[in-house]
């Protein structure tokens, strides 16, 4: 259930605490009978010391105050009050018998809100009470009003801000890349000259990587969306996140099927998780803890307006989808809660900070809303609020592919020199249901391909490695079964690749860096051609 806290720190559905100040134990009793049978919560106390004591300790939603008392009468434990920044907004209504209009006229120049003379009247009593704390809920909701406005502002001129110089970035890098492609071409075929162009590309394709991610922050990255299990997604892409996570620490997940429904683009999805982990695993700062992934259905009620992201954003009165990634770290300062979400904003390391931006852009283009729950030195919790979808999940060919049967005994042959890479992919293959035989280079695969070659019915092999490349890797694992299946894998696109190709063709092409849901899709391709 969520829980909003005012400005005294009650919760806001708590009855209102009032401190009742009188040195006359029959008027405290009348006092805090009258207030009790309306539904406050009356603290009563004897004395004006008392009072500044119990108010310094726990401060209340008001004060009813007696002037006429011992050792510290009211005008002093007001004046007090008022003279302390924690305490000074809290409203002061004077309860006196004094009925003169100078007294009357030195407690309103002391800071009280009002002035009631005894004998008093129960309803009079009741009736400016209840005025001044409408009064001061009032106040609390235009300054939060307020509040949520500037961060609006700001958050809208942020998003100006980063679309006009994402596209003007666009247009400069894509003048830098077109002429260092044009380049290579015109430029004799040096080695040096080569290596220098293809850095020079490298830089700016990473440099058009940020204008990509400060475009997504924007929102204006929406991509075609279907309906999806979130958490069948989730867990279809756990070994994908599994993978990145250091071994100081514990990663769990919690995705049930069936999960709730959503309109989802799966690779900006991906994106969004994996950003969301990498801010978890930074905020552990090296430290041993658990990274926890979960999926699951909340009301609109379940969802705290307290830090919530964007600030425009509200949920409709409907079940939402909840995807919540908490940590335990360090957890996120008060004073930084307004701008995790800004971009190159970090606590962690100087020079980075488009995760959580980048994270809340695909969340807006998602009609979803992101809510942080944070405390020092405990961790943080982040929530990622989907409206719920009515759309039934349709059955693509890519996940008709994937529900199809393993066969008993298949086994694929990965080829890959970078370990992660080749441990990852092999991670998931055998969650899928395949076995796996991995080889750190091509002269290795085809050792094992001779000796298991009546086991191993797909082979997938990255293109640029040491020793024997891609190509003639395929050319001598073809020379032992010529119709073995082939997908192959590289960093640049398909045609560069298949330009000037051997007579040796893979059967399938996987780009880098492609997704899990790529690689499950063409391994079940392959067998599924296999066993036509």
């Known amino acids: 259930m969520a829980y909003g806290v005012g400005a005294s720190g009650q919760e806001a559905d708590a009855a209102p605490d009032i401190v009742v100040v009188d040195d006359n134990t029959d008027n405290l009793r009348v006092l ?45 434990v007001c004046r007090q009050l008022k003279a302390d920044e924690y305490t000074r907004d809290i409203p ?8 003169e209009l100078e007294e009357k006229l030195k407690a309103f120049a002391m800071g009280g809100v009002d002035y009631i003379t005894k004998p008093f009247q129960e309803a009079e009593v009741l009736a400016r009470i209840e005025t001044h704390l409408a009064l ?25 801000m980063a679309g006009a110089i994402a596209h003007q970035f666009n247009n400069h890098l894509h003048a830098v890349l077109g002429n260092l492609e044009m380049a290579q071409i015109y430029l004799p075929d040096e080695e040096k000259t080569a290596r220098t162009i293809s850095a020079a590309i490298e830089s700016a394709q990473k440099a058009a990587k940020v204008s990509r991610l400060m475009l997504t922050y924007t929102g204006q990255t929406e991509g075609e969306k279907a309906a999806m299990d979130l958490a069948d997604f989730c867990r279809m892409n756990l070994p994908l996140f599994k993978a990145d996570m250091p071994e100081h620490i514990v990663f769990e997940a919690s995705c049930s099927s069936p999960g709730p429904v959503i309109m989802g683009n799966a690779p900006l999805l991906e994106q969004l998780v994996s950003q969301l982990l990498a801010n978890a695993k930074e905020a552990m700062a090296g430290r041993p803890g658990k990274i926890h992934l979960a999926v699951k259905t909340v009301s609109s009620g379940d969802i ?28 996120i300062a008060e004073k930084d809660m307004e ?22 852009g695909i969340a807006s283009a998602h009609g979803a809303g992101m809510a942080v729950e944070s ?34 005994g298949s086994m694929v042959l990965v080829v ?9 992919i092999a991670d998931f293959l055998e969650q899928t249901g395949y076995r796996v035989m991995a080889a750190s280079c091509g002269e ?42 082939v997908i192959l894998s590289s960093g640049f696109d398909e045609a560069r690749v298949m330009e000037g190709a051997s007579d040796h063709l893979p059967q399938g092409f996987l780009r880098k860096p492609y997704n899990l849901k790529a690689l499950a899709h063409a391994v079940s391709k392959g067998f599924a051609a296999i066993h036509l």
């Open 32 to 76: 805090s009978g009258i207030l009790k049978n309306k539904g406050y919560a009356p603290r009563p106390v004897s004395s004006g010391r008392m009072a500044l004591n119990a108010i310094s300790a726990k401060p209340p939603d008001m004060v009813l105050l007696d002037i006429m008392m011992p050792e510290t009468d009211g005008f002093n």
């Open 92 to 99: 002061v209504i004077f309860i006196s018998a004094l009925d």
């Open 136 to 160: 001061v809920r009032a106040k609390e909701a235009l300054q939060q009003s307020e509040i949520r406005n500037r961060r609006l502002k700001k958050s809208e001129s942020l998003v100006r």
């Open 304 to 331: 705290a307006d307290l830090h919530r992201f964007p600030v425009n954003w509200r949920p409709v009165d409907a079940p939402h989808a909840c995807l919540s990634v908490s940590d335990q770290g360090k957890g």
């Open 339 to 360: 701008n995790i979400f800004d971009p190159f904003f970090s606590t962690h390391f100087p020079g980075r900070g488009l995760g959580l931006p980048v994270a809340l």
């Open 375 to 408: 405390m020092r030195g405990k961790g943080s919790v982040f929530r990622v609020f989907f409206p719920v979808s009515r759309e039934e999940i349709q059955a693509s060919e890519e996940s008709a592919l994937r529900q199809q049967p393993v066969a008993k």
């Open 416 to 424: 890959e020199d970078e370990e992660f890479v080749r441990n990852l």
């Open 444 to 485: 290795e695969a085809v050792e094992m391909f001779s000796r298991h070659k009546n086991d191993i019915q797909c082979v997938i092999t990255d293109f640029a490695m040491p020793g024997m490349n891609g190509w003639e890797t395929i050319a001598s694992l073809r020379s032992i079964s010529p119709d073995i299946y």
